[in-house]
């Protein structure tokens, strides 16, 4: 059975421009799909007749073939072109070519495997330490990266001279290539060109054609007050760069503070914890507390204080990081008990206690409660 004229599959006249026969073709695979045609047997094979008239005519060099030699094109590896026989399609085949027309531009123009020419470069990390203070009060850091960067021999092409890298022959730009296996074809990254759609005929001696080179690079980063453990600040373009003059990637330097001999930080507050003697904290008084900032503050112990009391000074405490109030800061009072007593310090401690039963309320308010359990035990 002679073959169908391919203009005449998918409906439209010989001069029809590119736009017009892509147009053709989307609305007969819409029409003839199989899962759309369960009733009509001969859907499949249309589908894949409309499918190989305009895997031809797509291609400018197929077209023109077809329209000089028609059907003979085609055959006896006549005008092969890119991609052989258009007749050598089958159903997978014909759906990867609906999938491409269709969703190919919402996709950025590629698919998969599709040619990345100038490939961005990777994003970097960093981990940078900072004090406490630093971070109170905010610090330019300079940091070494170690990075790729364009090779400024080649200006980032990745060609001696700088001259433009060539397609591919294989993939004739495309970066894939399919291949027949029985029923289906299959996609694969071109292997002459990796992908990238293009081939470095020249490379440069320095980068060997990756248009890049590995270098170590100095950056001053700002590191604003009031930033945390797990702060993460990104720096756009600082990155890698990209393969053959892509765009370079970012650099996120990722903060860590250290601990502090004296100050443990909760968000923006910070909390101190400060010894006091049995005596001042019986008798109450002042006593003297640094602050994050350097200074000193003097605080007032109330008589009778507890271990574990808190007192607050407003606005002593780390900056938020966005603006907004500044926190505080909380000291935490840690009644001290004397040791390596001489004598005489034990025997007025021993007096004293004798003297102290209607003087320890907390005490006392404990054993009566062990005594009524105990009580209740008995009963």
């Known amino acids: 059975m002679a073959k169908r004229d391919y203009y005449d599959v998918l409906g439209v006249a010989k001069g029809a421009s590119p736009d017009e026969i892509k147009k053709a073709f989307r609305q007969k695979a819409k029409e003839l799909h199989p899962d759309s045609n369960s009733d009509n047997p001969n859907a499949e094979s249309q589908f894949k007749e409309a499918n190989e008239a305009y895997d031809a005519l797509k291609d400018p060099e197929k077209k023109a073939a077809y329209d000089r030699f028609g059907h003979a094109a085609f055959e006896n590896g006549m005008g092969g072109g890119r991609g052989g026989h258009p007749g050598q399609g089958d159903f997978a085949s014909a759906f990867s070519d609906v999938f491409d027309d269709l969703f190919g531009d919402f996709m950025g123009g590629q698919r998969g495997g599709g040619r990345q020419r100038a490939s961005r470069g990777s994003d970097l990390r960093y981990n940078l330490r900072i004090s406490l203070e630093d971070a109170y009060i905010g610090i330019q850091k300079t940091i070494n990266v170690p990075t790729s960067i364009a090779c400024t021999v080649c ?6 001279g700088g001259s433009e890298p060539a397609t591919c022959p294989t993939c004739s730009g495309m970066g894939k290539v399919r291949a027949q296996q029985g029923f289906f074809t299959v996609e ?28 170590e690079r100095s950056l001053n980063v700002n590191i604003p007050a009031g930033v945390e453990t797990g702060t993460r600040i990104r720096l756009a373009g600082e990155g890698e760069a990209g ?96 040791v390596n007593l001489t004598s005489k310090q034990k025997e007025l401690l021993r007096e004293f206690d004798k003297m102290s039963e209607d003087n320890n309320p907390e005490s006392s308010n404990f054993f009566s409660k062990v005594k009524s359990f105990w009580e209740g035990m008995k009963g």
């Open 243 to 338: 393969l053959r003059g892509g765009p370079q990637g970012d650099l996120y330097i990722f903060i860590e503070v250290t601990e502090h001999p004296l100050f443990q930080r909760d968000g923006n507050h910070l909390f101190c914890r400060v010894p006091v003697s049995m005596a001042s904290a019986a008798l109450g008084g002042d006593i003297e507390v640094p602050t994050i900032d350097g200074g000193r503050s003097r605080v007032k112990v109330p008589a009778g204080s507890q271990t574990g009391k808190q007192m607050r000074l407003r606005a002593k405490g780390m900056p938020a990081l966005r603006g907004g109030a500044q926190g505080d800061m909380f000291i935490e009072l840690s009644v001290e008990t004397p």
């Open 155 to 160: 200006n980032g092409t990745g060609s001696e």
């Open 188 to 215: 694969r990254t071109c292997p002459t060109c990796s992908g990238a759609g293009q081939i470095v005929k020249n490379p440069c001696g320095t980068c060997g054609g990756a248009g890049r080179t590995e270098k």
